[in-house]
C-alpha cells in the first residue's frame, strides 16, 4: 500500500509527517534542527529516502542536511557556497549598486534522475549545484552572467532564487524565477539563460514591461505538459504555452490575484490551484476567509474551495512554497499557513483538514508519494 | 589545551557536550583555535566565521576571563588563563530578539 510523506519547513525546525494512502490519519516526526529556520526539504524523485534540508540561522548561517532514511536521521554536508569569480553587484533598495552577498539558501531541487546531484537557489540570487550528494557546490555563473544581474534588486523578502523548475523531457531545459528579476531558462544545463518574462506587467516597476525586474513568486509545471508553465506573480497569475517564451494573464475571476503559491493536480494538467491573499502589504487572505481557489480549465476560471477551511477571522498567509501535491488518485493537495497549521485535502480540493495545526509558522510543503 | 565552550545550537549540530577541549598548535590564538576547532568539527566551518572571509560571522561573540573578545584580532594572543586550560573560551550566540 502506498504511503505519503509530508515534509514540513519551519520558522523553527523540520517535521515529516507520514500517513498510509487513506491519509486520514497522520504522525507527526520532529522537530528536526529545532530552533533554526527551514526554508526547505525536499526528497529525491529518485531515490525517496534521499531528502536534503536547507537549515539557517541568523546567528549561525547556512547548513545543509542530507537524510539517507527518509528523514529519520540527518547528516551535516556541505555549506560553503561561494560565488564564482568576482561576485560584482546588483541594485540596492535605494538606487545604488551593492555587492553580491550570500545569505541563505532558499530551495533544494533534487536531481529528477540522481540522488547525488541537487540544485540550490540562494540569496543573494544565484544558482549553486552540487553533484556529490550536497558535500560540494559550485555555482553556475552563467545566470548571474548573463548581464541584467546588475539590474536586479530585492524583493521584500531579498533577492532571491527561489523557484527551480527541471524539465523532465529535456535535462538540458532548467526554469528559475527570482524575485524581483523574473523568470529565467537555460536550454543547456545551466551554462547561459535568457529571460523569460515577455508578457508580465509590473506596475511596480518604472518600465511595467521590462525584460527583467518582475516579483515572480511561483513557478509551476506538469510534468506531462513541460511546454505549458504556471505563474503566481506579485500581482497576477499567469499561464505560458510556449516554455515561457511569452505569457498571458489566467486571473480571471479570483477576489484577488495577489499570491504566493500556485500548483498543478498530479494527473489532470489544466486543473490548478492558488492561495489568493488581499495584497502585498495585507499578507492575510480577504475578508478573514482561507480560500484555495482551483481552475479546472487552465486558468481564467476559479472556484472557491473552503469546506473545512477558515471561514472567518483567518488572518495567515501561505509562503511560495507551501503547497503541494501527491500523485495518489483522488490527488491530495497539502498547504501550510504561517500560523503553524497544515492542511490537506485528499479529494483534489473539494474539502479539508488540518493534519497539524500548532508548528511553527510554516515556510515550506512538499510531499512524497510512496510506493 | 584549550577548552571552548560552544552554544547550544553548535553542541547538537557536533554532536557534543557544552565544552569540547582542543590541542591548539603554536600560539593561542582566536584563528588557531578556530582552526583546531573547524578541524575536529568540520560540520562548525561557516557557522562561527564566514566561509569566505574568515570574518566572525555578526551574531557571534567571543568571551573569556570575563571580557569580550569579539573585537580582537584573530591573531592576537589569547588570555594567558585561556592558553594554559584554566579557563574557557566562550563561544556565544548574542541575544537578539527583544
Given at each position: 500500500?502506498?504511503?505519503?510523506?509530508v515534509l514540513?519547513?519551519?520558522?523553527?525546525?523540520?517535521?515529516?509527517?507520514?500517513?498510509?494512502a487513506?491519509r486520514?490519519r497522520?504522525?507527526v516526526g520532529?522537530?528536526h534542527?529545532?530552533?533554526?529556520?527551514?526554508?526547505?526539504?525536499?526528497?529525491s524523485?529518485a531515490?525517496?529516502?534521499?531528502?536534503?534540508?536547507?537549515?539557517?540561522s541568523?546567528?549561525?548561517?547556512?547548513?545543509?542536511?542530507r537524510?539517507?532514511?527518509?528523514?529519520?536521521?540527518?547528516?551535516?554536508v556541505?555549506?560553503?557556497?561561494?560565488?564564482d569569480?568576482?561576485p560584482?553587484?546588483?541594485?540596492?533598495?535605494?538606487?545604488?549598486?551593492h555587492p553580491?552577498?550570500?545569505k541563505?539558501?532558499?530551495?533544494l531541487?533534487?536531481s529528477?534522475?540522481?540522488?547525488?546531484t541537487?540544485?540550490?537557489g540562494v540569496?543573494?540570487?544565484?544558482?549553486?549545484?552540487?553533484?556529490?550528494?550536497?558535500?560540494?557546490?559550485?555555482?553556475?555563473?552563467g545566470?548571474?552572467?548573463?548581464g541584467?544581474g546588475?539590474?536586479?534588486?530585492p524583493g521584500?523578502?531579498g533577492?532571491?532564487?527561489?523557484t527551480?523548475?527541471?524539465?523532465?523531457s529535456?535535462?538540458?531545459?532548467?526554469?528559475i524565477?527570482?524575485?524581483?528579476?523574473?523568470?529565467?531558462?537555460?536550454?543547456d544545463a545551466g551554462k547561459?539563460?535568457?529571460?523569460m518574462?515577455?508578457g508580465?506587467r509590473?506596475?511596480?516597476i518604472?518600465?511595467p514591461?521590462?525584460e527583467?525586474?518582475?516579483?515572480?513568486?511561483h513557478?509551476?509545471?506538469?510534468?506531462?505538459?513541460?511546454g505549458?508553465?504556471f505563474?503566481q506573480?506579485?500581482w497576477d497569475?499567469?499561464?505560458?504555452?510556449?516554455?515561457g517564451?511569452s505569457?498571458h494573464?489566467?486571473?480571471?475571476?479570483?477576489p484577488?490575484?495577489f499570491?504566493f503559491?500556485?500548483?498543478?493536480h498530479?494527473?489532470?494538467?489544466?486543473?490548478?490551484?492558488?492561495?489568493?491573499?488581499k495584497?502585498?502589504s495585507e499578507?492575510?487572505?480577504p475578508?478573514?476567509?482561507?480560500?484555495?481557489?482551483?481552475?479546472?480549465?487552465?486558468?481564467?476560471?476559479?472556484?472557491?474551495?473552503?469546506?473545512?477551511?477558515p471561514q472567518?477571522d483567518?488572518?495567515v498567509?501561505v509562503l511560495?512554497?507551501?503547497?503541494?501535491?501527491d500523485?495518489l488518485?483522488?490527488?491530495?493537495?497539502y498547504f501550510?499557513?504561517?500560523g503553524g497549521?497544515?492542511y490537506?485535502s485528499?479529494?483534489?480540493?473539494?474539502?479539508?483538514?488540518?493534519?497539524?495545526?500548532d508548528?511553527?509558522a510554516v515556510?515550506?510543503v512538499?510531499?512524497?508519494t510512496l510506493? | 589545551?584549550?577548552r571552548v565552550?560552544?552554544?547550544a545550537?553548535?553542541?547538537?549540530?557536533?554532536?557534543?557536550r557544552?565544552e569540547?577541549?582542543?590541542?591548539v598548535?603554536g600560539?593561542?590564538?582566536?584563528?588557531a583555535?578556530?582552526?583546531?576547532?573547524?578541524?575536529?568539527?568540520?560540520?562548525?566551518?561557516g557557522t562561527i566565521?564566514d566561509?569566505v572571509?574568515?570574518?566572525?560571522?555578526?551574531?557571534?561573540?567571543?568571551?573569556?576571563?570575563?571580557?569580550?573578545?569579539s573585537?580582537?584580532s584573530?591573531?592576537?594572543p589569547?588570555p594567558?588563563?585561556?592558553?594554559?586550560?584554566?579557563e574557557?573560551?566562550?563561544?556565544?550566540?548574542?541575544?537578539?530578539g527583544?
Open positions: 500500500m502506498s504511503r505519503v510523506r514540513v519547513g519551519t520558522r523553527k525546525g523540520a517535521f515529516v509527517l507520514t500517513s498510509d487513506k486520514e497522520w504522525d520532529g522537530p534542527f529545532a530552533g533554526w529556520e527551514i526554508y526547505h526539504l525536499k526528497g524523485p531515490d525517496p529516502n534521499r531528502l536534503y534540508a536547507s537549515q539557517s541568523g546567528w549561525f548561517g547556512q547548513l545543509i542536511q537524510s539517507n532514511d527518509g528523514g529519520k536521521t540527518w547528516e551535516p556541505g555549506n560553503a557556497f561561494a560565488y569569480g568576482v560584482g553587484t546588483h541594485q540596492w533598495y535605494d538606487g545604488t549598486q553580491w552577498e550570500f541563505r539558501v532558499w530551495h531541487e533534487p529528477l534522475t540522481d540522488p547525488d541537487v540544485y540550490a540569496e543573494d540570487a544565484a544558482l549553486f549545484r552540487s553533484t556529490d550528494g550536497g558535500q560540494t557546490w559550485r555555482e553556475l555563473p545566470l548571474r552572467g548573463h541584467s546588475p539590474s536586479w534588486a521584500a523578502g533577492m532571491c532564487l527561489h527551480i523548475v527541471l524539465n523532465p529535456d535535462p538540458n531545459r532548467i526554469f524565477a527570482i524575485s524581483a528579476a523574473g523568470v529565467f531558462r537555460t536550454d547561459t539563460w535568457r529571460p518574462n515577455r508580465l509590473s506596475e511596480g518604472p518600465d514591461n521590462a527583467v525586474g518582475h516579483c515572480v513568486h513557478v509551476a509545471m506538469h510534468p506531462s505538459r513541460p505549458v508553465l505563474m506573480k506579485h497569475v499567469m499561464r505560458s504555452d510556449d516554455a517564451e505569457w494573464e489566467v486571473s480571471g475571476n479570483l484577488t490575484d499570491g503559491p500556485i500548483d498543478v498530479a494527473h489532470e494538467p489544466d486543473t490548478i490551484y492558488v492561495v489568493p491573499i495584497s502585498d499578507h492575510y487572505p475578508e478573514g476567509k482561507l480560500r484555495v481557489y482551483r481552475s479546472r480549465t487552465g486558468g481564467h476560471e476559479w472556484e472557491a474551495l473552503t469546506k473545512g477551511l472567518r483567518c488572518y498567509n511560495r512554497d507551501a503547497m503541494a501535491v500523485s488518485d483522488p490527488c491530495g493537495v501550510g499557513t504561517s497549521q497544515v490537506a485528499t479529494d483534489a480540493g473539494d474539502s479539508w483538514d488540518p493534519i497539524v495545526r508548528l511553527p515556510a515550506s512538499e510531499v512524497q510506493p | 589545551m584549550i565552550v560552544l552554544p545550537h553548535l553542541q547538537a549540530l557536533a554532536r557534543v557544552r569540547v577541549a582542543l590541542q598548535e600560539p593561542a590564538t582566536q584563528r583555535v578556530f582552526d583546531a576547532l573547524e578541524a575536529a568539527y568540520p560540520m562548525l566551518r566565521r566561509h572571509t574568515r570574518q566572525r560571522r555578526p551574531l557571534v561573540r567571543f568571551f573569556a576571563c570575563e571580557r569580550d573578545l573585537h580582537e584573530p591573531d592576537a589569547l594567558d588563563a585561556v592558553a594554559m586550560g584554566e574557557p573560551f566562550l563561544i556565544i550566540g548574542a541575544m537578539a527583544g
